[in-house]
């Protein structure tokens, strides 16, 4: 893609894409497909569009009949239920809004299944907490669940647990959380359906010139400054968290693609090449444990690298202290960081040996020298080759 003389003065940089081409729907096996609940749900009247998800459905089953295998991450059992149960206007109590999302889910559930049956697919209801992720064992179990459901050829409809999650302990956003299980569920692509077409090189409302994207072969720092600026792990809303979810599904695997679901059949028209903006996953696979680490757990800091230590990982090295410029955020050991190169691009995730105090005390240093420094012998690495995945690039 070429930038004319007078856009690209100001503009940013633009990712090449003349050599690559667009992928094609038909091409997947494995598919996770996450709605919204403004698409889901008209906000007026607190209605289901049942005509929407009626031919959504129909795009699902079609999928289905094709040898398919889609799971669905739904949105909407707040917005059901804040309107059956005539709560105000307003920011909702974390109480209501587990009320609302007790008596939602069930109306939800109902829409979806009452929708695929019509098709002749059958659905399954997943609920998941932040827990079901972070937790090897727990992680496992939802796997081996979905992995079931797919098996005896089941939509599986999955939503947060908004009944039990607390403010602290939520995923925040259901694009992530529709990562999250594209990495649980070894999914090949995860579809963002939005009320946006795709990524542009700036906000399009707010910027007449603003260059509609449509592939994405890696998520620079330049492509996160388009959503709103590098280092937001734990930002909310918007297009920050359909980047976030992009880097975690593309480590994870699995190929990411924005669309449009203000249409009618939405996935059909993909297919039929309407206007999106599609996210490359890095060509190597993704052991299962790694995996994990790359898309299901939730960071909680970010080590800023030197250009040497980036070129180390890339060759197969754990990162050593030396190598870390800057530590940021409260961490404990064997918690999960991001790892940023100099340009602050993501470079990929792991699991950190040592506090933040710890990390923060040894960065910069010599593995020698660790013993001296924190009083005990701990590991050489900051994060062992094993507890690392990197990203694509």
């Given at each position: 893609m070429t930038l004319s003389t007078d856009a690209a003065d100001n503009a940013p940089a633009v990712p090449e894409t003349a050599v690559t081409p667009v992928p094609?729907?038909?091409?997947?096996?494995r598919i996770v497909v996450k709605v919204g609940s403004a698409l889901l749900v008209d906000s007026a009247r607190g209605a289901l569009r049942h005509a929407w998800l009626a031919a959504l459905a129909e795009d699902v089953a079609h999928l289905h009949r094709e040898?398919?295998?889609?799971?669905?991450?739904?949105?909407?059992?707040?917005?059901?239920?804040?309107?059956?149960?005539?709560?105000?206007?307003?920011?909702?109590?974390?109480?209501?809004?587990?009320?609302?999302?007790?008596?939602?889910?069930?109306?939800?559930?109902?829409?979806?299944?009452?929708?695929?049956a019509h098709e002749?697919?059958?659905?399954?209801?997943?609920?998941?907490?932040?827990?079901?992720?972070?937790?090897?064992?727990?992680?496992?179990?939802?796997?081996?669940?979905?992995?079931?459901?797919?098996?005896?050829k089941v939509v599986?409809?999955?939503?947060?647990?908004?009944?039990?999650?607390?403010?602290?302990?939520?995923?925040?956003?259901?694009?992530?959380?529709?990562?999250?299980v594209a990495g649980m569920a070894s999914a090949d692509l995860l579809v963002l359906l939005s009320d946006i077409d795709g990524l542009y090189t700036a906000p399009p409302n707010d910027d007449p010139n603003a260059q509609f994207l449509p592939l994405v072969p890696r998520i620079t720092a330049e492509v996160e400054a388009m959503a709103g600026g590098a280092g937001t792990e734990l930002s909310r809303g918007g297009m920050k968290t359909k980047i976030e979810a992009g880097k975690i599904a593309t480590t994870a695997g699995a190929h990411m693609v924005i669309a449009s679901g203000k249409v009618k059949n939405p996935l059909r028209a993909i297919a039929e090449g309407a206007r999106c903006t599609w996210f490359l996953a890095?060509?190597?696979?993704?052991?299962?444990?790694?995996?994990?680490?790359?898309?299901?757990?939730?960071p909680r800091g970010v080590l800023h690298l030197d250009a040497g230590?980036?070129?180390a990982l890339r060759r197969g090295s754990s990162l050593l202290p030396a190598g870390v410029k800057r530590v940021e955020g409260d961490f404990t050991r064997g918690e999960a960081v991001v790892l940023r190169g100099p340009d602050g691009a993501e470079i990929g995730r792991g699991l950190v040996a040592y506090d933040a105090d710890y990390a923060e005390r040894i960065r910069g240093k010599s593995s020698d020298e660790i013993a001296t420094i924190t009083g005990f012998e701990g590991r050489a690495a900051m994060v062992h080759r094993d507890d690392l995945v990197l990203g694509g690039g």
């Open positions: 094609q729907l038909s091409s997947f096996r040898g398919k295998e889609v799971l669905v991450v739904s949105s909407g059992a707040i917005a059901l239920g804040r309107n059956v149960l005539k709560l105000p206007k307003r920011p909702l109590k974390l109480e209501e809004s587990q009320a609302a999302a007790a008596v939602g889910q069930i109306a939800l559930a109902r829409a979806w299944s009452e929708a695929l002749g697919v059958a659905a399954g209801q997943v609920l998941i907490t932040l827990g079901d992720t972070e937790e090897r064992r727990r992680y496992l179990n939802a796997r081996s669940t979905l992995a079931k459901l797919i098996e005896l599986p409809v999955i939503n947060e647990n908004d009944t039990v999650a607390t403010s602290e302990i939520r995923y925040g956003d259901n694009d992530r959380l529709a990562a999250r890095p060509a190597n696979p993704v052991a299962s444990r790694k995996r994990w680490i790359a898309g299901s757990l939730e230590a980036v070129a």
